[in-house]
């Protein structure tokens, strides 16, 4: 078997376990009024899904998150990051779960990224529909799903951009982006020693004819305009690409946040602060985030 496919098995059984793992402390969602698998593309595949967990109404912040989990392109879904977006909803924070498809080899990064736009779209133009009419929105991600954060933060400040993949949004403007443990020079991943094999599982067939550095925050980060927050850690095995989006961020003089959590705790790696809820680390990062939304809803 080669290297490449053994790293793919291990995130895969890495990721389940972690799923498995949060699935037992999720929170009874009745607790939380809620709106599940809401399709926003009617073929009755449970990818093109969405939930909405509707925040604590005694701390009601009228200010929409939108997650986008990770999994490497080619596991994960939109029901892992519940107990993530309880954490926000207990704060008073409307949260919806973005579902799209998941790579098996044969789909294309496109294919995802479409699914993602045609989901933000239908989130866009059905706010009173779905009793999220409001004026603050916020786009986090996760590891894959933060690259996929990022990117849709710069389509949605970039018509021209939008317009060149074939999109087009209502207007929008995005209060903040979060992205934990990110991909962010999306272009630097074909270069890292993947197999073809490795290359063809991750992004399918026709990977070879995917332009990478379009599709790559780093490409268009002079077009991102809502304020970042970003978070790795010591052990982070993608903290180098954070890093390389705080050093871009910085050159521009951009408004961010950057934390770097520097733990020896074994719990503490990639996205630990979706995987791990309950250490200490993962709850800095997490209250972060909440500060720092607060304090853009504030301004």
Not at 12 to 36: A, C, M, V
Not at 79 to 107: A, H, M, Q
Not at 273 to 289: G, R, T
């Amino acid at each position: 078997m080669k290297f490449t496919r053994l790293i793919v098995n291990f995130l895969k059984y890495t990721s389940q376990k972690g799923t498995n793992k949060r699935r037992k402390t999720y929170p009874p969602i009745s607790l939380f009024e809620h709106r599940l698998d809401i399709p926003y593309i009617n073929d009755h595949n449970h990818e093109h899904t969405f939930d909405i967990f509707y925040g604590d109404k005694n701390k009601k912040k009228n200010c929409l998150i939108i997650d986008i989990h990770g999994g490497a392109y080619i596991f994960g879904d939109h029901y892992d990051n519940y107990p993530f977006s309880f954490f926000f909803t207990k704060e008073g924070f409307d949260v919806i779960n973005v579902g799209y498809r998941i790579n098996n080899g044969k789909l294309s990064i496109i294919d995802q990224i479409d699914d993602i736009a045609r989901c933000i779209e239908y989130i866009f133009t059905h706010k009173k529909e779905l009793n999220i009419d409001y004026p603050n929105m916020v786009i986090t991600g996760d590891s894959a799903g933060g690259h996929l954060a990022l990117l849709f933060a710069e389509l949605i400040n970039d018509s021209g951009f939008a317009n060149e993949l074939g999109y087009k949004f209502s207007n929008h403007d995005l209060l903040a982006v979060l992205a934990n443990c990110t991909v962010y020079d999306f272009n630097n991943i074909k270069d890292n020693g993947l197999s073809h094999s490795g290359m063809k599982r991750m992004f399918g067939e026709s990977y070879k004819e995917v332009d990478f550095t379009k599709l790559c925050p780093k490409t268009h980060i002079n077009s991102l305009k809502a304020p970042v927050f970003a978070s790795t850690c010591k052990k982070d095995f993608l903290r180098k690409q954070s890093l390389m989006l705080k050093k871009d961020l910085e050159d521009r003089n951009h408004d961010f946040e950057f934390l770097d959590i520097n733990s020896d705790n074994k719990h503490v790696g990639h996205v630990h602060n979706v995987l791990n809820l309950d250490i200490k680390e993962s709850k800095e990062v997490n209250q972060k985030m909440i500060d720092f939304i607060n304090k853009h809803l504030n301004n």
